[in-house]
């Protein structure tokens, strides 16, 4: 599905070069659902801006569904990847209603199409999967909801048409536990639905270990931890911090790291 | 003053608003809109007239509207390649283009600075002497300057609700959004920057053909007498849905020449215009910041005078 071979990408900081990603690889099957950890700086959301085309790599090849995407612009890339930020601002147009932003995320029809009475079904119907009474809310602007309706609103924009990847990016990291908790629970949802291609950054070690049926570790721009199956299924949450621990030669100190 | 009077000055008051409320809701797709703050509508409004005329006076009164609004596409066009394409700052786009339409907007005048249509046909004059058959000649700049914000302010509300200009309308508000939603910004940006100088560009021309005359300094202060309307506009309907926010900047541009008009009457001088319009757009951008910072300025005040209380 997703193949990445031996990608870098290094960013100058004054004068000096730092590698952000150095020489990942990393083959992605149709279904899996993966979560990344590593401490900050560890280039988990540098891969992903790799993979979504924020910036095009300095070598290695990207490619998505047997499609060559190195190169690719990042509006065009979306066409297959949807994305989610920790930052729930980022996802959604403040000045619009939330009907407008749906019906530019879903995107279908012509240049000069309106939204039509089917689209407009169709926003509910996804919309109130949420339990948020936003499809009451149609009309009003999105700068009025809070952080987690509008992490809620971008999930469902995200997955409106099926992507064939989805990348969380710590998405409800920003949100307080009550709605973190929620979001989680439907972008579980969602994923099982649509049986989606998911890369989810975390910092909760339970639930990287929880969710999903594949854990990577990275460090220093680098997978330094690779498990599936049997082996994940035996992981704990110690276990994790020492394996952490045995392959950087540091603890796992990032006050940031939930263990629980 | 008598009630003919105040008519002939309300009258007066309602076409030059009408007029430039084109370029007003040009700023609004530009500067509202796709946050660009097109510094080119001084020229891009003189190219439009330039063109109008020029178009006008070799016999072509119909044809002058359509030339116009392509010129500024053209403009626009140039205005959002350099910004989108060529890494050249906005405002700086802006600018250059701006300065580069002088030279452009003179060599269609055939190298003169000023042109003159007392004596060629123009929309103007074309439904002037329709409407003298019905006794309404005297109001056929209201009607032709009407008809034009009517027609282009429907048309405008139509385009945003489209899924080009829902596009557009993200642009400004979250470039990431658009992205996201696999649209190219620099797509939306060039379209909306061509679709807001044809506006500009209409509004020169139907202000030129009014007047029956241009010279090269007509646009000139243009995008600060727009700005301002936009923010007047915005005081009285900016919070509503977009229908009435357009129809916002169409009062906004009539209140505007409705203050500058009786300011006139009340003896200001002409030449104050540009001064006017300018402290309204600091007047309408700063209040809202200082009112913002004011409870921070008070405090600090309070903290200083009990700090000196203390000291004493």
Not at chain 2, 137 to 142: A, C, D, N, R, V
Request: glycine letters at 8%; proline letters at 2%.
């Amino acid at each position: 599905m997703l193949k990445i071979d031996n990608i870098t990408k290094s960013f100058s900081v004054g004068t000096e070069t730092r590698r952000a990603l150095d020489g990942v690889s990393l083959n992605v099957k149709k279904g899996d659902f993966i979560t990344i950890i590593g401490a900050n700086g560890a280039g988990k959301s540098t891969l992903f801006n790799a993979i979504a085309g924020s910036f095009i790599t300095d070598s290695g090849t990207i490619s998505l569904d047997g499609r060559d995407i190195t190169l690719m612009s990042e509006y065009k890339r979306a066409h297959s990847i949807g994305r989610l930020f920790q930052d729930p601002m980022r996802g959604s147009a403040p000045g619009m209603t939330i009907e407008e932003n749906l019906a530019l995320a879903a995107g279908s029809g012509k240049w000069l199409s309106r939204v039509s009475k089917r689209d407009r079904e169709l926003f509910r119907e996804k919309v109130s999967m949420l339990g948020m009474g936003l499809e009451d809310r149609f009309d009003q602007s999105v700068g009025g909801l809070s952080g987690g309706q509008r992490q809620a609103l971008t999930l469902i924009m995200a997955t409106i048409n099926p992507p064939k990847l989805l990348l969380l990016d710590e998405h409800t990291a920003a949100l307080d536990p009550g709605a973190a908790e929620k979001i989680l629970r439907v972008t579980d949802s969602i994923i099982r639905e649509h049986n989606l291609t998911c890369l989810m950054i975390t910092h909760n070690m339970q639930s990287a270990l929880e969710l999903g049926n594949r854990t990577i570790m990275m460090d220093k721009g680098k997978i330094v931890m690779d498990v599936s199956g049997d082996e994940r299924a035996a992981l704990t949450v110690n276990d994790l911090l020492l394996r952490f621990r045995e392959i950087s030669g540091k603890a796992l100190d990032n006050d940031r790291m939930l263990l629980i | 003053m008598g009630l003919d009077q105040i008519l002939a000055l309300l009258q007066t008051a309602l076409e030059l608003g009408l007029i430039s409320s084109l370029t007003v809701l040009a700023l609004f797709l530009s500067y509202s809109m796709l946050n660009v703050c097109d510094l080119s509508t001084d020229g891009c409004f003189t190219l439009g007239a330039v063109v109008g005329a020029a178009v006008a006076i070799s016999g072509h009164p119909y044809l002058s509207i359509p030339a116009a609004m392509l010129a500024g596409v053209a403009s626009g066009f140039i205005t959002a390649i350099l910004q989108t394409k060529m890494g050249v700052n906005s405002l700086l786009a802006g600018i250059i283009v701006n300065t580069g339409l002088y030279s452009v907007n003179i060599a269609i005048m055939g190298g003169s600075s000023i042109l003159n249509m007392n004596k060629a046909d123009t929309v103007f004059t074309a439904v002037k002497s329709a409407l003298a058959r019905i006794n309404m000649s005297e109001q056929y700049k209201l009607v032709v300057a009407a008809a034009a914000v009517v027609i282009i302010a429907v048309l405008l509300g139509l385009f945003l609700k489209t899924r080009l200009g829902l596009a557009i309308r993200a642009t400004g508000d979250n470039p990431d959004m658009v992205r996201s939603s696999s649209i190219n910004p620099v797509f939306t940006t060039i379209i909306g920057l061509c679709v807001a100088n044809s506006f500009t560009a209409l509004s020169g021309c139907l202000l030129a053909q009014a007047q029956k005359s241009v010279n090269i300094d007509i646009g000139g202060g243009m995008v600060t007498i727009a700005l301002a309307s936009l923010l007047i506009g915005n005081v009285f309907l900016g919070k509503k849905k977009m229908p009435l926010r357009i129809a916002g900047m169409v009062l906004g541009a009539f209140v505007f020449r409705l203050v500058y008009t009786i300011a006139l009457r009340f003896n200001m001088p002409a030449f104050m215009l540009k001064l006017v319009s300018s402290v309204i757009v600091v007047a309408a951008i700063s209040i809202p910041y200082i009112k913002q910072q004011l409870p921070l300025i008070k405090r600090r005040l309070e903290s200083r005078k009990r700090e000196g209380n203390a000291n004493a």
